[in-house]
């Protein structure tokens, strides 16, 4: 009993210990992160390894996410004889919702779990410290340019998602379920409100962004510099981003909802 | 300003009385050490007598709990990183596996240095780069990729992008660890003849006492958290105490034992049966 109580209590100070330590990794990338701004070159470099490279899947999990809602919708709105509003039914969940959340946990497993390992085997094969001794700041070579790369990215791959899942509903709606195309469009063009739902998910997209990137070079600069520290960074990078954005979500979206 | 700083004199690293720990276990007490202008100085001890650690302090990525660490004549740590880095461009660390970084060419790799410090034009980088690349003999593999090199070659790479900024001193990290003969034979001519060409202060840290014998001017051997004894290496060859012949004659047991520190063998058994 003693012994699972000492536990708790040490997993509990471990917690807190890494809560912080990320508290004071953020606020110490801070003053770094104008200065990155005068090296696009890196920055684009960056946002083609985490943006670029994870838009086929991006582009397939909208698509896909897009149809099943369709499907899943078509049955309740036919029961309601809303049948037209499926447009705009798929439109505000995807832009206010899915798109930005499910993008993020995409990002975190693709992109966030590559910049983890990436930076974790830097530290494992003496790069980093290479770096420092060469007098070049990892925080402003290596850090800031993923972290700017992630917020950048997001709110773009946000937008594709998004756009791919209204698609899917529209294909799925239209050519399988018989829903008027005109319906389907012109219920999008009065529903969906570009201050309420587009600005919502663009904001949720952007904090979903710094905090999966910021997550991914927080687990990877810090990592055990071994084979199993690198791996558990990549890991928890997953694991840790998953819940924090759907725990982010649920705070934003009780912020924005928009007043009935 | 530290109570040991003054002004540089022919020692281009000091180190006074440092003593430093780790996880309340000391690896340093009082040790001393001086390091010559424009010699080869090698740092020699068995595993685990702090040899590395003791280049982290001298480059700063470590800062010692007592003494102080001079380079120049000023404290290296702790000061502020401005400071620090200004200390480190002034300093070439050659690590063990070259840390190359990975995502880089030879040439961007040996490059990387100037482009972070300096607005040189890409004509000027390119020659420099060449020329320290000459001077190592991997010219021509300057579009290679750290992934195709050999350990030798990643070393020399490294030792081409330390060089590349001219610094004061050059710190060499196990530099002979598992190469073979040739590459040791390069290594070892390479360090030698920068040293002499460039007028530059080179430190080794090996316990590689055959290696070291033909290239350094002056030998300490670090044993017991401080300095066992100093000279060139015929004088530590010669040395009569124990612990120096044990270590330059690589005998299995002497004063640093076969066995490492602790309980008997049967107090052992007993307690771990009790468990």
Redesign the interface.
């Given at each position: 009993m003693i012994a699972t109580v000492r536990d708790c209590w040490q997993s509990f100070g471990q917690f807190a210990a890494n809560f912080g330590g990320f508290q004071m990794f953020s606020f110490r990338l801070l003053p770094y992160l104008p200065k990155a701004l005068l090296r696009p070159r890196l920055i684009t470099e960056q946002l083609y390894a985490v943006g670029a490279l994870s838009l086929v899947l991006t582009m397939f999990g909208g698509l896909f996410v897009g149809m099943v809602l369709a499907l899943q919708s078509h049955s309740t709105l036919v029961e309601f004889s809303s049948i037209d509003s499926m447009g705009a039914f798929v439109s505000e969940t995807m832009v206010r919702e899915l798109g930005p959340v499910v993008t993020a946990l995409l990002f975190a497993g693709r992109a966030g779990s590559a910049i983890a390992s990436e930076v974790g085997?830097?530290r494992a094969?003496?790069?980093i410290?290479?770096?420092?001794?060469?007098?070049?700041?990892p925080m402003q070579?290596i850090v800031a340019p993923r972290v700017l790369a992630g917020v950048i990215s997001m709110p773009l791959l946000t937008a594709i998602f998004s756009m791919m899942g209204i698609f899917g509903a529209y294909l799925v709606g239209t050519r399988l379920l018989g829903v008027d195309e005109g319906a389907f469009w012109s219920q999008i063009n009065a529903r969906v409100d570009m201050h309420q739902d587009v600005a919502s998910g663009f904001l949720k997209s952007i904090i979903f962004g710094a905090s999966a990137s910021l997550m991914a070079v927080f687990e990877g600069y810090y990592c055990q510099p071994t084979p199993a520290g690198v791996s558990r960074a990549a890991t928890r990078t997953v694991v840790i981003t998953s819940v924090w954005i759907l725990l982010l979500d649920f705070i934003l979206t009780g912020l924005t909802l928009p007043k009935v | 300003m530290n109570m040991w700083a003054r002004n540089p004199s022919e020692n281009l690293v000091e180190i006074h009385d440092l003593h430093y720990s780790r996880d309340n276990r000391p690896i340093f007490s009082g040790l001393n050490m001086q390091i010559p202008r424009g010699k080869v100085t090698a740092v020699l001890g068995p595993s685990g007598s702090g040899k590395t650690t003791l280049l982290n302090l001298i480059?700063g990525?470590l800062g010692p709990d007592e003494g102080a660490v001079l380079f120049e004549g000023g404290v290296v740590c702790p000061c502020s990183?401005r400071r620090l880095?200004?200390v480190?461009?002034q300093?070439g660390?050659l690590?063990q596996?070259g840390?190359?970084?990975?995502n880089l060419n030879v040439f961007e790799n040996v490059a990387?240095?100037l482009r972070?410090?300096t607005d040189l034009p890409e004509e000027l980088i390119r020659q420099i780069v060449l020329m320290k690349l000459q001077s190592v003999g991997l010219r021509a593999i300057w579009q290679r990729m750290p992934s195709q090199l050999s350990g030798g070659m990643a070393r020399r790479v490294a030792l081409a992008?330390a060089l590349v900024t001219d610094p004061k001193l050059i710190v060499y990290d196990e530099p002979f660890a598992g190469l073979d003969p040739i590459s040791m034979g390069v290594i070892v001519r390479l360090i030698r003849h920068t040293n002499d060409a460039l007028g530059i202060t080179s430190i080794v840290v090996t316990h590689d006492v055959e290696e070291t014998s033909s290239l350094a001017d002056l030998s300490y051997l670090i044993a017991d958290r401080k300095v066992a004894a100093r000279g060139t290496p015929e004088e530590l060859r010669n040395d009569k105490s124990d612990l120096v012949r044990q270590f330059m004659q690589g005998r299995a047991d002497g004063p640093v034992p076969f066995h490492h520190p602790g309980p008997g063998y049967a107090e052992q058994l007993q307690a771990m049966a009790a468990t």
């Open positions: 085997l830097m094969t003496n790069q410290a290479a770096m420092e001794l060469m007098a070049v700041d070579r | 480059t990525q990183r880095y200004e480190r461009r300093m660390v690590f596996d840390a190359l970084l990975t990387f240095p972070e410090h992008r």
